[in-house]
């Protein structure tokens, strides 16, 4: 059914149409909607058969949801930023016990200094964990990721984690297609644990594992990434079948059948990429850009295939590999491993500054002519920079950096962009 | 003939012989259908306090719940020695997580055993002192504000063992251990820190509050069997010494623990929803030098000159036990 | 594709502005996409919300930097905030107040864009006077219906009963349907 509303809010519909057994979070910007959406709809009944449990923190509710799936419940949580950090630990735990407990990030940048608003960085530093991760380009696409999710975690028995752009995705109200009971019963059947905890049949779960198997454990846990690599795509088709539209995959292509250039990102940013690309394609240039929705696995081949016939190759990241780059360059030049062609890092967008336009357009248009350096930062106010550092080498004790800048910045409230 | 009552003060195990008892009275270790839930060739140190108390524990817990039962372990000796890898030890539901979460992960079980419309599944989450009173503490705080459907069980052998015998919150003042040498002017752990996690947990007004010692097994079933019924959030704290980290003989295990709670050390008692309920009667109050004197860890107490000092405010603490819990007749 | 920048203060329902004005395109069968610019909000803080509306997929994410309208619900920003950045001489804009726009000093200013795009709704009047409280969204997402024609009256109405619980929402469609005449605006010829 076709609906306008809030991205926080389809998700939650999303979810409780998966039947959901036990939900348990921990509010923190931006999640908060899904969770307090989901809570009314356990609380009035409409969604059945669900416990909704208040954590104290977010260790907390990875926790309550490792318990709850080991004992064979359907489990969500969400959480963003912060709150992904304070779980950490659990959250490796959960990939290790092969749970397959379905996680929304509400993508926020991680402090200091401390920025509710949305970049990569929380996802980023958990992509290592052993939890699959997708990134949803539009609030359609977030939902619908979801209930993929749920298929695909069970089925692997693999935790997963969608990616949603906070403020940007959450925050915003669009129209959205929010898939019937029935369509979504067809598509997930019910939950039928590898494991579980049962008196019936009494196991033991997460015992030590020494060095003569720790090898072959963490081989396997690779083993069922890759796995999913074909598993994702042809769940996204399924998807197609049964609902009528393409969502998730490993990615996308736009316009890069012929293209010299292709700009590469991860989420919503997508959406403003395609906007320039047609402009600059109406201008006559040869560009494209590829959405990637699988970035754990990262889709190497799929990659290569997208982009190894163009000339160059800009990545977008909305994330900071600090003294390095980015996150996602690293996974496309490996996929370009023994192609040669220019590739160059724009790092955009960090805690929650807008990527415009205008900038892409400036931007696409130096990578056209080969002007970019390897690692840029968009839009970086270089006079700020230039004051601080002068700032730096005169004193010793300077004080704090943010703040300091802060006070060059002015009246936030006065601006818009 | 006249008859005279008698009184068995005693009625562990190794006395009285069971058979004396009425069936209802017997340890559940008596009986030829106990479920062995932490069965035999697990690593523990001879001696351990721990596997001894969480033997008699759980298989209480398996017979008052009809051996429907889930366990969750935290991080910590009893996880380590009971699960050494290929093998495990428990012949029940088990599951390890991680070291400081063990009372959340069992709130998820038990939230999921009741979306599934299993609730008579109970579920026991455990762990050492370290993984309940210092990194489990938030969790355990959440668990029982929420008043989830779990019994916890901390095995108290006051430090962190597992890991070569750490200061934690439980560490008694004055004893040794790695991170407080008995060294320098004030030796061993510092007066004046640590906390009681059963009152705080009586604070929370949770159904059910008790203390337990390996001195005292029949009482220690007897309480864990009391609990299982209950629903919500019960917590149970059991003194159990640890040889090696105590530095005491490992037969003098439960002389040791009995020495504890007879000295008003350990106080036995219970509380239900916050209020005190009662407590066990020290029937034979000993002076703290006694106990002290069997472990290693407190040698620096005796070593000439003898620090009656330290020894006199350790006195302290145990009278104090005795008058706010009311362990003397 | 139009785009449009509803500026006001943290508590006169700027969002909701926003977010209504997107449901009452999708009520037509547009597409709509609303959000707030975020800052840390708080009740009188510079707050902003952005709504498109097209025909096509809304594909764009950035904050609206060339809006084709400006609602202004707070005329005290008029000389702290750029609210006027990006619009173009063809641009509408409607501002909340009961005074002209003589008295707020924009009479120059308003020379560059056509007369009848540029109005001075009273809204917070208006919604005191239906509604009981100072809250002038309504009456200025009406406003915005008359003069620019981009939104139906109807659809306003509309998304104002999904929002809001009966009996206020009444009031607002009061709010609301004097608000588009004040402005000057004309119903549809065939309206259901």
């Given at each position: 059914m076709l609906k306008q509303t809030e991205g926080s809010h389809a998700v939650a519909e999303a979810i409780a149409r998966c039947r959901p057994e036990v939900i348990c979070a921990y509010p923190i910007t931006p999640q908060t909607h899904i969770v307090e959406g989901l809570g009314e709809m356990v609380k009035t009944n409409e969604l059945a058969n669900c416990e909704f449990i208040n954590v104290e923190s977010e260790f907390a509710a990875m926790s309550v949801a490792i318990g709850a799936s080991a004992a064979g419940a359907r489990t969500y949580t969400a959480t963003a930023s912060q709150g992904l950090l304070f779980m950490a630990e659990a959250v490796y735990n959960a990939a290790g016990l092969g749970l397959p407990i379905v996680m929304t990030i509400g993508n926020?940048?991680?402090?200091?200094?401390i920025n509710i608003w949305n970049d990569h960085s929380d996802s980023m530093s958990m992509r290592d964990a052993g939890w699959i991760q997708l990134y949803a380009e539009t609030n359609q696409e977030a939902l619908d990721l979801h209930i993929q999710a749920f298929r695909l975690a069970e089925e692997l028995s693999c935790p997963v984690m969608v990616c949603v752009d906070g403020f940007i995705l959450t925050h915003a109200y669009d129209r959205v297609d929010v898939p019937e009971q029935e369509q979504v019963d067809a598509y997930l059947p019910p939950f039928v644990p590898r494991q579980a905890l049962d008196p019936a049949q009494p196991v033991s779960i997460g015992a030590m594992v020494g060095p003569e198997a720790f090898m072959e454990v963490r081989y396997l846990a690779h083993h069922k990434q890759l796995r999913a690599l074909g598993l994702i795509p042809q769940l996204s088709d399924e998807f197609k079948r049964h609902f009528g539209r393409s969502s998730g995959g490993l990615l996308r292509t736009y316009r890069t059948e012929d293209a010299d250039t292709i700009v590469v990102a991860l989420g919503s940013v997508n959406g403003t990429i395609q906007e320039v690309v047609d402009e600059m394609r109406a201008e006559g240039s040869r560009i494209g850009s590829v959405s990637i929705c699988s970035f754990r696995p990262f889709p190497l081949d799929a990659a290569r295939e997208a982009l190894g016939r163009a000339k160059r190759v800009v990545v977008i990241e909305k994330s900071l590999a600090v003294g390095l780059g980015g996150h996602l360059s690293d996974g496309v030049r490996k996929s370009l491993s023994g192609i040669v062609l220019n590739g160059y890092t724009v790092i955009a967008g960090l805690g929650g500054r807008p990527i415009t336009r205008n900038s892409l357009h400036q931007l696409f248009r130096d990578a056209e002519q080969d002007e970019l350096e390897q690692v840029t930062f968009l839009d970086l106010n270089a006079d700020l920079v230039a004051y601080e550092l002068a700032r730096e080498a005169q004193a010793r004790t300077t004080g704090p950096t943010a703040e300091a800048i802060l006070r060059r910045v002015g009246t936030v409230a006065s601006q818009i962009a | 003939m006249e008859m005279q009552p008698i009184k068995f003060y005693q009625t562990a195990t190794f006395t009285v012989g069971n058979r004396l008892l009425?069936?209802?009275?017997?340890?559940?270790?008596?009986?030829?259908r106990r479920t062995n839930s932490l069965n035999s060739g697990h690593r523990a140190c001879q001696g351990c306090g721990e596997a001894l108390g969480a033997r008699y524990a759980i298989d209480a817990a398996m017979r008052a719940s009809d051996s429907q039962l889930a366990a969750v372990n935290a991080t910590g000796c009893l996880e380590v020695f009971s699960t050494p890898y290929p093998e495990t030890s428990w012949q029940i539901p088990w599951i390890h997580s991680l070291f400081g979460n063990a009372a959340a992960v069992a709130s998820g079980v038990a939230a999921a055993m009741r979306v599934k419309g299993q609730e008579d599944v109970r579920v026991i989450a455990q762990g050492g002192d370290g993984g309940t009173t210092d990194i489990g503490f938030g969790c355990l705080s959440g668990m029982f504000e929420r008043n989830d459907d779990v019994l916890y069980i901390c095995y108290d052998n006051e430090a962190y063992m597992n890991t070569g015998v750490q200061r934690s919150s439980a560490t008694p003042p004055a004893a040794r251990t790695a991170t407080t040498a008995a060294v320098g002017t004030a030796p061993g752990n510092v007066f004046g820190t640590g906390k009681n996690v059963p009152l705080i947990a009586m604070a929370h007004c949770i159904p059910y509050v008790?203390?337990?010692?390996?001195?005292?097994?029949?009482?220690?079933?007897?309480?864990?069997?009391?609990?299982?019924?209950?629903?919500?959030?019960?917590?149970?704290?059991?003194?159990?010494?640890?040889?090696?980290?105590?530095?005491?003989?490992?037969?003098?295990?439960?002389?040791?623990?009995?020495?504890?709670?007879?000295?008003g050390l350990f106080p036995l008692f219970e509380a239900e929803h916050g209020e005190f309920v009662n407590s066990t009667k020290i029937r034979r109050k000993v002076p703290v030098d006694e106990y002290l004197s069997l472990q290693k860890r407190f040698a620096h107490l005796f070593a000439k000159p003898v620090d009656s000092t330290r020894i006199a405010l350790i006195q302290a603490i145990a009278d104090h036990n005795v008058k706010r819990f009311e362990l003397l007749g | 594709m139009f785009q449009t920048r509803i500026h006001g203060r943290g508590g006169q329902g700027v969002v909701t502005a926003a977010?209504?004005?997107?449901?009452?395109?999708?009520?037509?069968?547009?597409?709509?996409?609303?959000?707030?610019?975020?800052g840390s909000e708080r009740m009188g803080a510079p707050v902003i919300a952005f709504c498109r509306i097209d025909d096509k997929e809304i594909r764009l994410r950035e904050p609206v930097l060339d809006p084709d309208a400006v609602i202004i619900q707070d005329p005290t920003l008029l000389h702290q905030v750029e609210l006027f950045k990006g619009l173009p001489s063809t641009g509408y804009i409607l501002i909340n107040s009961a005074r002209g726009l003589d008295e707020l000093g924009?009479?120059?200013?308003?020379h560059r864009f056509r007369p009848n795009r540029v109005r001075a709704i009273a809204a917070t009047e208006l919604a005191m006077k239906h509604v009981g409280r100072p809250v002038p969204n309504v009456p200025l997402l009406a406003g915005f219906a008359a003069i620019t024609r981009e939104v139906k009256l109807e659809s306003v109405v509309a998304a104002i009963r999904e929002k809001f619980p009966p009996a206020i929402a009444e009031k607002n469609v009061a709010a609301a349907e004097e608000a588009f005449a004040v402005a000057g605006g004309k119903l549809e010829a065939s309206h259901a």
């Open positions: 926020r940048a991680i402090g200091a200094p | 009425g069936e209802h009275e017997r340890s559940v270790q008596a009986n030829m008790a203390t337990a010692s390996v001195a005292n097994l029949r009482d220690l079933e007897f309480k864990v069997t009391k609990a299982m019924p209950i629903r919500g959030s019960r917590y149970i704290h059991i003194h159990v010494p640890c040889p090696l980290g105590w530095g005491s003989a490992p037969a003098d295990t439960i002389k040791v623990a009995r020495l504890a709670v007879e000295s | 977010e209504m004005l997107s449901v009452a395109a999708f009520l037509e069968g547009r597409s709509a996409q609303a959000f707030p610019s975020f924009l009479k120059e200013f308003v």
